[in-house]
């Protein structure tokens, strides 16, 4: 006897999450306040007890920093909008092109705009009901990979029929990111010439979460030890630092600022900066680093520069990407079995018979 058709032809449709930081709506103090407030409220970020931070929050920071920022943004904000946002579309639809349309990929932003909400209700529409989730974090942080997956648990919760879930923690050492990244510098190279010195810069992230067990710091270290073995580059040839810090206490050190200097007044002319943590370009890759650091670097005597733009839609990224995506979605795609492959699991079933 066999089964219907139906019973083992059709599987549950795939989909693809993707998710990335997020960032302001309009460069403009009200919406950097409403980003700002959604990000450091989140227990992820900010660790210290809500009754330190919340007034501070609220008192100190809230009041005063997107009045900054507001510039910051303005000095990289494009037609498309913020930077973040207008390349992470792009890579949708990248990878969306890459994958086909029978598995839909949506977009979505831990916060702000587009929300996880959203792409979620998006993807039910779709009828996905295998879902692999692809936070953009090349190195695991519960200060980023965590929240997104907190979040999206929590906004599950209403749901009756969950979707069945894979979700990637992490890529720092997967040979096709180290390949893209590569790629990216030997073409930097190529076009201006090789710097003196590579500076790999992540993004920091306080002390205390590292020394409480949070990989990061190890994962980035290993993406550039990676890195410079493939580029073939000697010890003192590269280096890595950390940027982006916030408040007073220790975070992940050496900083990038102070680093950069320090590599002008020693003599260095052409510095070569890759940011491999970033996915797509930001404010803290334009502003802080291409920009602000760009600048410390030639006060302090160095000529230029040169930062190396994030992986973005480049196709080796996307290719990346898609076989992140492809090795979860393959586990889901099996091919039916047939009659006689049945027949014979059954009869060894019942050679191992009950084990009692
Ligand atoms: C206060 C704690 C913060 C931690 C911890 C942190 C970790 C972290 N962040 C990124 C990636 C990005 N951060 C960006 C901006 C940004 N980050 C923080 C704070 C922390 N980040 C703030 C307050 C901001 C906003 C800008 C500012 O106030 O300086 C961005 C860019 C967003 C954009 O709009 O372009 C990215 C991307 C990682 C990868 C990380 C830990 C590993
Ligand atoms: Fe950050
Ligand atoms: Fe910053």
Redesign the pocket.
């Known amino acids: 006897m066999s089964l219907p058709e139906h019973i083992h032809s059709r599987s549950p449709r795939r989909g693809v999450l993707l998710v990335?930081?997020?960032?302001?709506d309009a460069p403009t103090a009200p919406a950097?306040r409403r980003?700002?407030r959604e990000?450091?409220s989140d227990r992820r970020?900010?660790e210290f007890s809500r009754l330190f931070w919340l007034p501070v929050l609220h008192l100190f920071i809230l009041p005063f920093?997107p009045l900054k920022?507001k510039h910051?943004?303005e000095s990289?904000w494009t037609p498309q909008g913020?930077?973040?946002?207008a390349i992470s579309k792009r890579q949708r639809a990248a990878l969306q092109a890459a994958l086909g349309p029978e598995v839909p990929v949506a977009l979505a932003m831990r916060y702000g705009n587009p929300s996880i909400a959203d792409a979620l209700d998006e993807l039910g529409r779709q009828d996905v009901r295998r879902l692999v989730v692809l936070p953009l974090?090349p190195?695991y942080?519960a200060?980023?990979t965590a929240t997104v997956l907190d979040q999206l648990f929590g906004l599950l919760r209403r749901w009756r029929w969950l979707p069945e879930l894979r979700t990637v923690n992490q890529y720092h050492d997967d040979a096709g990111y180290i390949d893209a990244l590569a790629r990216s510098v030997e073409a930097h190279w190529q076009a201006q010439g090789r710097g003196e010195h590579l500076l790999m810069s992540?993004?920091?992230?306080?002390l205390a979460?590292f020394q409480a067990g949070d990989p990061?710091f190890c994962h980035c270290h290993k993406t550039a030890r990676l890195l410079a073995g493939r580029l073939g580059l000697a010890q003192g040839q590269w280096s890595v630092s950390f940027q982006?810090?916030?408040?007073r206490t220790p975070?992940l050190q050496p900083y990038t600022e102070p680093q950069v200097q320090a590599m002008a007044r020693q003599g260095l002319r052409k510095l070569d900066v890759i940011c491999p943590?970033?996915s797509?370009?930001?404010?803290?890759?334009?502003e802080?680093i291409a920009l602000r650091y760009g600048q410390s670097f030639r006060q302090a005597g160095g000529e230029a520069l040169r930062y190396i733009p994030a992986l973005n839609d480049e196709p080796a990224h996307i290719a990346a990407l898609e076989a992140l995506v492809r090795r979860e979605l393959q586990g889901w795609d099996y091919p039916a079995e047939g009659a006689a492959e049945r027949q014979a699991r059954v009869e060894r079933a019942e050679r191992i018979g009950p084990l009692d």
């Open positions: 990335n930081l997020g960032t302001p950097i980003y700002l990000f450091l970020v900010v920093r920022l910051a943004y990289v913020s930077p973040l946002l974090y190195q942080s200060t980023t992540f993004h920091s992230i306080p979460y990061y982006s810090r916030l408040g975070w943590g970033f797509a370009d930001c404010l803290e890759t334009l802080e």
